[in-house]
Nanobody, 125 residues
Framework: QVQLVESGGGLVQAGGSLRLSCAAS????????MAWFRQAPGKEREFVAA????????YYANSVKGRFTISKDNAKNTGSLQMNSLKPEDTAVYYC??????????????????WGQGTQVTVSS
């Protein structure tokens, strides 16, 4: 497992942008695939985006496709989620997750064994 710390959350108006970061404690972060999940009040945690450990292939939930971009900087042991054209329904706590190899069921939170503490994103209308 790897220790993860998210940052970059905050309050933004609809249509605005935020960039979330996920810092890994381990120097071998390049060996880990990464994903972002989110949990809105009263709802289950849901998949947002995922990326393979060396970058390249990326995967997105339909609700964020074309607006969010996941990336990974292995040299800096960090990952990011660029969020554009934010909507009030994007309001949630966002979590970074990692696993040694991207699982085939990458949209399933149970497939990941390393998690950050979460960062709040609030989009006002």
């Amino acid at each position: 497992q790897v220790q993860l710390v998210e940052s970059g959350g905050g309050l933004v108006q609809a249509g605005g942008s935020l960039r979330l970061s996920c810092a890994a404690s381990e120097g071998t972060f390049s060996s880990y695939a990464m994903a972002w999940f989110r949990q809105a009040p009263g709802k289950e945690r849901e998949f947002v985006a995922a990326i393979r450990r060396f970058g390249g292939d990326t995967y997105y939930a339909n609700s964020v496709k074309g607006r969010f971009t996941i990336s990974k900087d292995n040299a800096k042991n960090t990952g990011s989620l660029q969020m554009n054209s934010l909507k009030p329904e994007d309001t949630a706590v966002y979590y970074c997750a990692a696993r040694f190899v991207l699982p085939t069921d990458y949209y399933n939170e149970a497939a990941f064994n390393s998690w950050g503490q979460g960062t709040q994103v609030t989009v006002s209308s």
